[in-house]
């Protein structure tokens, strides 16, 4: 069972360049999430979909972008990479499009701009 | 809106010893708490949850942590800590709408030999 994958692993970035994280999930989970992880301030959510065709945006979703074209993908685009985004960015699947509980995650992609 | 501080971020103890890991949490309703746990260069996991059924809440690898609404706690025990158990553990609430989990700060266990 593949569960969350995430790819790349590690990403250097230069000041302005755009890239896509990629989020795919087997587990038919219509809910799903981006999260990056900073030392010091645990989880913060950038966005989330409650199912194909529908995005929100969490507590820090200024400089990215999402879509939800699938139940499968959830893509998180940097449009102008910055210094400030240099962080651990994790996606996360739930079973449950209400109520959300049980977060399954993905390994991270450790993400550096320079 | 709901917010968790965790007390601590670090603890170390010794093998074999309790686990203690504070968590205050700040709701204006009965919240529903969590304790998720990664390990080293991992993703999260969930270890346990409270949803306003028992007070007192088992989670895997022995965890369990107790709500406690006089003093707005949810802590995190585990009676006899493993090396297996080093890790950063991460106390987190479900916002208002649902649809959103509020991480704390995270506290980082070590265990000595």
């Known amino acids: 069972n593949a569960g969350v994958t995430q790819t790349p692993k590690f990403q250097v970035l230069k000041t302005g360049q755009s890239m896509t994280l990629q989020c795919a999930q087997d587990m038919n989970h219509e809910y799903m999430s981006w999260y990056r992880q900073d030392p010091g301030m645990g989880l913060r959510l950038i966005h989330y979909s409650v199912g194909a065709g529908i995005t929100d945006q969490g507590e820090v979703p200024n400089g990215y972008n999402v879509s939800r074209s699938t139940t499968e993908d959830f893509p998180l685009r940097l449009l102008s990479a910055a210094p400030s985004q240099t962080s651990v960015y994790f996606c996360a699947s739930s079973p449950n499009r209400e109520g959300v509980e049980k977060l399954f995650f993905g390994s991270g992609t450790q993400l550096s701009v320079l | 809106a709901q917010s968790v501080t965790q007390l601590d971020s670090h603890v170390s103890v010794s093998e074999g010893t309790p686990v203690l890991l504070r968590c205050n949490y700040s709701s204006s309703y009965s919240p529903s708490l969590f304790w998720y746990v990664q390990h080293p260069n991992k993703g999260l996991q969930l270890l346990l949850k409270?949803?306003?059924?028992?007070?007192l809440v088992k989670g895997i690898n022995g965890f369990e942590a107790e709500f406690k609404k006089s003093e707005t706690s949810f802590h995190l025990t585990k009676p006899s800590a493993h090396m297996s158990d080093a890790a950063e553990y991460f106390c987190?609430?479900?916002?208002?709408?649902?649809?959103?989990?509020?991480f704390g700060s995270g506290t980082r266990l070590q265990v000595q030999p």
């Open positions: 987190v609430v479900r916002g208002t709408g649902r649809r959103a989990l509020t």
């Open positions: 409270y949803t306003s059924a028992a007070t």
